[in-house]
T-cell receptor
Framework: GAGVSQSPRYKVAKRGQDVALRCDPI?????LFWYQQALGQGPEFLTYFQNEAQLDKSGLPSDRFFAERPEGSVSTLKIQRTQQEDSAVYLC???????????FGPGTRLLVL | GENVEQHPSTLSVQEGDSAVIKCTYSDSASNYFPWYKQELGKRPQLIIDIRSNVGEKKDQRIAVTLNKTAKHFSLHITETQPEDSAVYFC???????????FGAGTRLFVKA
């Protein structure tokens, strides 16, 4: 079946611009995770959804970051007033339930100029 | 806070040799330890995982060992091939938790 997909794959934004990143998880997967991966680093946890409920948002770096999953499937990560330090690859992952056996999407590479 | 340390950051081996990557974790409640392989520009892919109720798991040329007392776990790749060249990440999480904490990665080069 289809894996996790993300769009756009690349995004260039001017500093101060708002961006929205989309994640389509594997159908039927209850759990959805967002990660930020800086160049040469491991993925860093941002937030977690169980169905439509956002159960952990402790990794979001600031209140400029907002995520939603209103119908328990597709999720959107929104970054308001982007800053240069937001430049990174944003990865989405899904699993049947919980942190085990996560499947990652290809990521969105965000560059803020 | 929770932390996973990974060593070495870079590893270069000759084709056919073995490669070992080591990780230590800080959260004693961690009980699930996956390993991911990430090729340049690609998504991380789960290659093997281990749960805390076992000490070792093997899948063909790949094995993982876990020492809960010392809070460390290792990835072993035998008979390395050039296509094993990639960045490998270890990670830790716990049942009932939501966060997965990743190591900083090991860049493995396998020379033909």
């Amino acid at each position: 079946g289809a894996g996790v997909s993300q769009s756009p794959r690349y995004k260039v934004a001017k500093r101060g611009q708002d961006v929205a990143l989309r994640c389509d998880p594997i159908s039927g997967h209850v759990s959805l995770f967002w990660y930020q991966q800086a160049l040469g680093q491991g993925p860093e946890f941002l937030t977690y959804f169980q169905n439509e409920a956002q159960l952990d948002k402790s990794g979001l770096p600031s209140d400029r970051f907002f995520a939603e999953r209103p119908e328990g499937s597709v999720s959107t990560l929104k970054i308001q007033r982007t800053q240069q330090e937001d430049s990174a690859v944003y990865l989405c992952a899904s699993s049947l339930e919980g942190p085990e056996t996560q499947y990652f999407g290809p990521g969105t590479r965000l560059l803020v100029l | 806070g929770e932390n996973v340390e990974q060593h070495p950051s870079t590893l270069s081996v000759q084709e056919g040799d073995s490669a070992v990557i080591k990780c230590t974790y800080s959260d004693s409640a961690s009980n699930y330890f996956p390993w991911y392989k990430q090729e340049l520009g690609k998504r991380p892919q789960l290659i093997i995982d281990i749960r805390s109720n076992v000490g070792e798991k093997k899948d063909q040329r790949i094995a993982v060992t876990l020492n809960k007392t010392a809070k460390h776990f290792s990835l072993h790749i035998t008979e390395t091939q050039p296509e094993d060249s990639a960045v490998y990440f270890c990670a830790a999480s716990r049942t009932g938790g939501f966060k997965t904490i990743f190591g900083a990665g090991t860049r493995l080069f396998v020379k033909a």
